[in-house]
């Protein structure tokens, strides 16, 4: 139940987050939308085996946490917290290649745990960079970029009207949870002779809403499509980011940095 | 499906078909001009968010299950406002939840939006429910509807991280994983869906059969329909066999392929064989392991010293073609669909 709750309240709080203004904020959302989906491209483009060369990448999300001014625990947080699907996918890997391919020191290691701790780095990466795209765009902003982009409009404007009715619907859920588990001895009224009554009032309730909400807009003028007063602008700022980021990103694609740096390393020692 | 176990060609076959879907779907909505729609649409996403969180219990077994959402979207709106609604909620997700990620949005939208709305529905579900009248058809037709809609989507997933190769495993294996705990799942829909529509029906049954109406005029969506899905079916086995006629040869063929491009010129001849490919695979995928032959890496990294291992410069510098092509092609298709409907 609090569990519930607090999932509730941190998706206010990355959109919270997103209502800042620093220079990564106020870059076109455009802009950002595009470069995280060339870094996520770029990050899963690597060969399952691959873990030093995707480590410069973390440089991407470092820098839009702090230029930012993003809390790094929180989203860390979020990043461990969610989505075992490919956590729990990728523990078989260890126990079905168990071929030695690497050796530090005393130390054997198989390609299973090489390409797990792939598929963990992968993870963290790809999954940090869409949540803080959300909290350093909102998630307006991001769905006036998707039909910029040539999404369908109309698919733009249902992400709009979900996200608004979002909360309002989360927090009847919450209360109709509560009034049930109040109300429940022994599990008892846990069935889904209960449920199904409760869910759909939920439902009924809901239409009633948009029933509403279509009345209230049409006397505004609502004629189907929804009309957002931000201006978007593609300017030298956001080239230069794109450009500057995409440029690093490809770079990095096809040269190992840190095994640059380590046998740069090496070499001197000798 | 998770953008951690996904590779750049699959992910964007899968965007490419998704986009196709979307823009489809939409495009049949605005021809219907039923504004009412579009407020209804967005309040029932955010339902569908409430939803998930209220759960039930299962006598005796002790566990508990909640409403997925694709079936009971499918079965109030119409599966072309369902589709876009499931689409729009895992976008939320995506974003807010990390569930997934975004490259992999595109294959959890087909995975989840495409079966259930497309399939189940109209082709299971309908068929036994009628106009929900009787209790047991309707019951039945949600748990057999959401059953089959589950066990493809599940489908779905495994194939698309064995084509994929991060995962090491077996497309046997996996599959065996997979589908029984999807069977749970659901059984556990179905039951949630049939209660929810029984409750409807009894409370105000003119919303299902407001549902039902714009359905009327089926032969030509049917085949408007069946052209779409042509359309993303074909971008889909390209994409999808052009990444996999890597696999099977291997070293050679991936080292003189990461030394030449010569052999994508042609473009309509390359298509052409990977059609022929994906067809000669399709005979064989029961008995095909699919598992990505990479043991060859070891020798691969050792004989061609530092940089990557030697192995994989092939298949990843044709994945990120493959990639880059899809995407493309699904940003052309958002073009076009942009295109046809200013003239509108």
Known sequence: ?????????????????????????????????????????????????????????????????????????????KILLVSPFAVLVGIFNPLLDQDIIMRVGGLSISGGWVSFGSILIRFTLTVGAAMILVAVTGFNALCLAMEKLGAPRFFAIQLL????????????????????????????????????????????????????IHSAMWCRGFDG?????????MGRKEFGFMLGWITIFVVLRFVNLPRLVGAGILEIMH | MA?????????????????????????????DLDDQRVPLMGVMGAFIFAAQMINFTIPATGSSGHLGGGLILAILLGPYAAFLTLASVLTVQALFFADGGLLALGCNIFNLGFFPCFIAYPLIYRKIAGDHQIRWRVIS????????????????????TVLSGISE????????????????????EGIATAAVVLFVVKARPEVLEGAV????????????????????????????????????????????????????????????????????????????GFKVEDHQGADG??????????????????????????LLLAGAVGLFLRRGRTGH
């Open chain 1, 161 to 212: 009207f979900l996200y608004r009715y979002l909360f309002v619907l989360m927090e009847e859920a919450i209360n109709m949870i509560r009034a049930r588990s109040l109300r429940v001895f022994n599990g008892k009224g846990m069935g889904v002779a209960v449920y199904g009554s409760m869910l759909g009032h939920l439902l009924l309730r809901t239409m009633d809403r948009a029933q509403r």
């Open chain 1, 1 to 77: 139940m609090s569990k519930i709750q607090q999932h509730f309240y941190d998706i206010g709080y990355l959109d919270t987050l997103s209502d800042q203004d620093t220079p990564v904020h106020r870059l076109d959302p455009r802009a950002k939308l595009v470069t995280t989906m060339v870094f996520i491209t770029a990050v899963v483009s690597f060969s399952k085996y691959e873990i030093s060369a995707l480590i410069p990448y973390v440089l991407y999300p470092v820098f839009l946490l702090a230029a930012g001014n993003l809390p790094p625990g929180y989203i860390l947080r």
């Open chain 2, 169 to 188: 495993l077996s497309f046997r294996a996996f599959l065996l994983l997979m589908q029984p705990i999807h069977l749970a799942i659901g059984l556990m």
């Open chain 2, 213 to 288: 109406r714009p359905v009327v005029r089926e032969p030509v969506t049917l085949r408007r329909f069946a052209a779409a899905f042509l359309a993303a079916a074909v971008i889909l086995g390209a994409g999808l066999s052009w990444f996999t006629s890597t696999h099977p040869d291997g070293l050679e063929w991936s080292i003189s392929k990461a030394a030449g491009i010569e052999e994508l010129r042609p473009v309509e001849e390359n298509l052409h064989r990977s059609l022929g490919d994906l067809q000669g695979k399709t005979a064989i995928l029961p008995d095909y």
């Open chain 2, 301 to 326: 990294t050792a004989e061609n010293g530092p940089g990557w291992p030697a192995v994989d410069v092939g298949t990843s510098v044709s994945g990120l073609l493959g990639g880059a092509l899809t």
């Open chain 2, 3 to 31: 953008d951690a176990l996904i590779s750049p060609a699959v992910g964007g076959a899968a965007w490419a078909a998704t986009a196709g879907l979307v823009g489809f779907s939409s495009r049949r909505l605005r021809e």
């Open chain 2, 141 to 160: 037709g949600a748990l057999i509807a959401a059953v089959v809609g589950l066990q493809l989507g599940s489908l779905g997933v495994v194939l698309e």
């Open chain 1, 225 to 233: 499509s929804i009309r957002i007063m931000k201006p978007l602008s």
